[in-house]
């Protein structure tokens, strides 16, 4: 570079008049100009984010410590009481954070990994491999989710890789759906053939030319495939087939309550322990609808009504 | 051969042939089981050759194929096969004989709720799209994107809370038998068909305010407002007919997605149905009564969604024209 000041520096012309911003000073005003609702699903999810980090910090008593009374009131010593064993309800709540939300996303992560990279690859070839999997899928698709991972439970037995692997095989198929029918846009374009003639590899195109053009919708299905992930989840455990005790789960422990809601006419907080859970699970997907809808809304215009 | 006969008749051949195959996925899930598990079915104490005759009994030692075929044979016949459950005991139970009355039960609340669920979720969707952006329309729309997020059992429980514990307006378990009276078995089954509901109303609702918005915005029906027809008039003579087909799917989507549901709210409620059955069954791994229940969902779902197809393409004459 030269330090002559005689030379003309476009850069620095226009510097003086605008400053470029930063990628945090677009991003805060992008926020600031989100609505409440977003706003408000944001600040659920990192609360929750925080819970499920520092769990054992905040938790007031370990994950299955267990104490003389179950069933024990709402108190000062154990806020939300004990549940059926005499574990403390709100350290099993944090705790939960941390399990359901974890296995939660690793099963997308992992759905998104198989359904999206075999999505776009069938975009890329169209023949034989194309045709293969979208029959593939259409059959996997003609069981209905929850029945099938029944099924596939009961055989392979439950525990926490069973149905991740289970769940997230099941769910690759609607990402694949998805990830193919947006990348087949974006392979037409003269780009994709410009490398494919340079001679560049499958996963390079992959990566580098498709990838990044369908980023914004598979980050807002990335959102409600969550959703769905964590409610069949949530389900399967309430159902005593998904994750298992001793493992604080929130589906698991609205089933372990369950009984104490007919004391509702004698204690009232007491009833209210089960749909403490559950409304921990509701919350959260009401949270990440809220998000995903202002992103949709923002990156493409694209909403399901008009 | 009428074009739309020929079409529909693909689309029959394309559902059996996706029955056919969902049927073997089913079957060989069998194929996957551990090596011991007659023994764990059988229990400790069994002898090497009651393992042997059981393994025998299974058909372990048979070609897949064959054994298939036996399998649809007997499941074409009604004939699902005799439950793991009880073999230790030496007592044998007919799968069908487990599945036949909790068959009919699960009907009864799926048809009761599909009863109480489609005419509401229709009326509602369909002013909501006429009053778009009014209050109303915003009220309605707030509430079911809430209630689509809430899982099935959170809704259960607030609704036992509300109305079984503080109110004791309907009873909170649904344990109907063979000879409950007809209305008590409504009144019994009450909570779970309202918990269905709100679940798939929402969905519904929204389902057919898209449609129909759709519809509205297209600009034949505009031509037909400018031209002075009547409010109602474009409705019932020019947007219905192109609206049946929107949502008789939307109707055969959801009705299919109460299938799902069924499954979750029957536990809840300790409701003797299918879905009880099969989550029981999981547990204890009973494989053959797992196996009919997931093959009676499955049927019942892609048949469900056939039939959409199938109404579709009937009022929809541009679906024969595929791009």
Redesign the interface.
């Known amino acids: 570079m030269s330090t002559d000041d005689q030379t003309y520096s476009a850069a620095g012309e226009v510097a003086s008049v605008a400053e470029r911003r930063t990628w945090w000073d677009r991003t805060w005003r992008n926020l600031k100009k989100a609505p409440v609702t977003a706003w408000f699903g944001m600040i659920v999810i990192s609360f929750y984010f925080i819970l499920a980090v520092f769990a054992p910090l905040l938790a007031p008593y370990g994950e299955s410590q267990i104490f003389d009374t179950p069933y024990a009131p709402w108190s000062s010593e154990f806020w939300f009481g004990t549940d059926q064993l005499g574990r403390d309800v709100l350290s099993r709540l944090i705790y939960g954070a941390r399990n359901t939300i974890g296995i939660a996303v690793a099963t997308t992560a992992l759905s998104f990994l198989i359904g999206g990279s075999l999505g776009v690859m069938a975009a890329i070839n169209r023949s034989w491999l194309d045709q293969g999997l979208s029959r593939f899928v ?2 996997l698709m ?7 991972s ?8 439950s525990n926490v890789i069973n149905l991740i692997i289970i769940i997230a095989v099941l769910d690759a198929t609607r990402v694949f759906r998805l990830a193919r029918a947006v990348s087949l846009n974006v392979v037409v374009m003269d780009y994709v053939e410009a490398s494919r003639l340079r001679g560049e590899s499958l996963g390079w195109v992959m990566r580098r030319d498709i990838l990044p053009n369908i980023l914004p919708p598979m980050v807002a299905e990335f959102g409600l495939r969550f ?1 769905f992930v964590f ?1 069949t989840i ?2 399967l455990s ?4 998904g994750i298992q005790p001793p493992t604080a789960d929130w589906g698991s422990m ?1 089933r372990e309550n ?1 009984q104490l ?5 004698y204690d009232m907080k007491a ?1 209210m322990t ?2 403490l859970p ?2 921990a ?2 919350l959260l ?2 949270a990440v ?1 809220f998000v995903v809808d202002w992103f949709l809304h923002k990156t493409s215009g694209i909403r ?3 | 051969m009428h074009p739309i006969v020929r079409t529909v008749l693909q689309r029959l051949g394309l559902g059996l042939l996706t029955l056919f195959v969902v049927s073997v996925i089913i079957f060989s899930s069998l194929q996957f089981l551990p090596g011991d598990f007659a023994t764990s079915v059988l229990g400790q104490a069994a002898t090497p050759e009651t393992v042997a005759a059981f393994r025998r009994e299974l058909g372990l030692n048979e070609p897949a194929i064959t054994r298939y075929i036996q399998w649809i044979g007997g499941v074409l016949q009604g004939d699902f096969g005799s439950s793991f459950s009880g073999r230790s005991q030496g007592r044998e139970r007919e799968v069908m004989e487990l599945i036949g009355p909790r068959l009919w039960n699960t009907l009864f609340l799926a048809g009761m709720t599909a009863i109480i669920a489609v005419p509401l979720a229709l009326t509602l969707g369909i002013t909501a799209a006429l009053y778009r952006n009014s209050f109303y329309d915003r009220a309605v729309n707030a509430t079911t994107l809430t209630t689509i997020s809430f899982p099935e059992f959170f809704v259960a429980y607030i609704l036992i809370l509300v109305l079984a514990t503080l109110w004791k307006v309907f009873p909170s378990l649904a344990n109907v038998r063979e000879s409950t009276e007809l209305a008590d078995r409504i009144y019994m089954t009450a909570l779970p068909a309202l918990t269905l509901t709100l679940v798939i109303v929402a969905h519904m609702m929204r389902m057919t305010r898209a449609a129909i918005i759709n519809l509205l915005a297209s600009p034949y029906i505009e031509m037909a407002r400018l031209k002075g027809v009547s409010k109602s008039n474009v409705i019932i003579k020019h947007a219905l007919p192109n609206a049946w087909a929107p949502i008789v799917n939307v109707i055969a989507f959801n009705l299919a997605y109460l299938v799902v549901g069924v499954v979750v709210v029957e536990v809840v409620f300790v409701y003797p149905g299918v879905g009880q059955l099969m989550v029981d069954a999981v547990t204890t791994r009973d494989i053959p009564v797992v196996q009919a229940c997931a093959l009676i969902f499955a049927a019942t779902y892609i048949l469900l969604n056939l039939f959409a197809d199938i109404v579709s393409i009937v009022t929809n004459p541009r679906l024969l024209h595929p791009r």
């Open positions: 259409d059959v003609a069981i209905p989710s929850l029945i099938f029944l099924m596939l439970l009961s055989i392979f037995g959703c409610l949530a389900s309430f159902l005593g087939v609205v369950a809601i007919s004391f509702a006419e009833a089960p749909l559950a409304g699970i509701a997907t009401v609808n399901d009504e008009k």
